[in-house]
Structures are given as structure tokens and as C-alpha cells.
């Protein structure tokens, strides 16, 4: 059974910096891949940064130079470092995973399994 737990979420001023976390148990992939989405009100779910199981990262234009992936196999977690937030950036944000082969991973339909998501918000 496959469960993702995210934490780490907060309400912060522009310019702050968050980290969450997603603690997955129950998750092992050689082929796969685990992902951050996020979900502002009335908007669709967009991804924000992937990372296949081999560790290649990819993070969403519009994120890149302010977010970062990363992971801890050894503890079973998946990191996203968010830096030079800005009010655009409150949404709920999702760990998601899948573990069988996806040619990008950075869809909504690639993923099977996802947490139940962490508010993030920056405001002054």
C-alpha cells in the first residue's frame, strides 16, 4: 500500500523560502518517477518539478532557478525546496508517484498515487 504524506507547508512573506516534504512509504520504482504538483483555487493541478527513478530532475519553467527537487532514498522522502516565493505561488501543493514507466512524468494522468497535499501561502 502506497501512502504519501506531505508536510512542510506555511504561510510566508514574498521573498521567503519553504521546504516540503513528502514521506512515502510503501513506494519503490526502478522504473518510475515521484513529482510535486500544485493547485491554486479555480485553477488546474500543474506540475511543478519531477524526478525519475534513475534521479534525473526536471522542474516546470516557470519554476526554474526558485525550486528545486531533490530526494532521500534512504529515507524514503521527496524534498522540494521552494526559494524567492512570491504571491502567485499560494496553492496546495501534492506529492504524487507511479511506479511503472512514464516517457516524461510531469502529467497529471502519469500519476497513480498522491498525498493529500500541503497549503502554501505567501503573503505580506
Known amino acids: 500500500q502506497v501512502h504519501l504524506v506531505e508536510s512542510g507547508g506555511d504561510s510566508v512573506q514574498p521573498g521567503g523560502s519553504l521546504r516540503l516534504t513528502c514521506a512515502a512509504s510503501?513506494?519503490?520504482?526502478?522504473?518510475?518517477?515521484m513529482a510535486w504538483f500544485r493547485q491554486a483555487p479555480g485553477k488546474e493541478r500543474e506540475v511543478v518539478a519531477s524526478?525519475?527513478?534513475?534521479?534525473?530532475?526536471t522542474i516546470a519553467n516557470d519554476f526554474k532557478r526558485r525550486f528545486f527537487i531533490s530526494q532521500d532514498n534512504s529515507e524514503k522522502a521527496l524534498y522540494l525546496q521552494m526559494t524567492h516565493l512570491k504571491p502567485e505561488d499560494t496553492a496546495m501543493y501534492y506529492c504524487?508517484?507511479?511506479?511503472?514507466?512514464?516517457?516524461?512524468?510531469?502529467?497529471?494522468?502519469?500519476?497513480?498515487?498522491w498525498g493529500q497535499g500541503t497549503q502554501v501561502t505567501v503573503s505580506s
Open positions: 504524487a508517484a507511479e511506479p511503472t514507466h512514464r516517457e516524461w512524468c510531469l502529467l497529471v494522468p502519469d500519476y497513480s498515487y
Open positions: 524526478l525519475d527513478y534513475d534521479g534525473t530532475g
Open positions: 510503501g513506494f519503490t520504482t526502478t522504473t518510475g518517477c
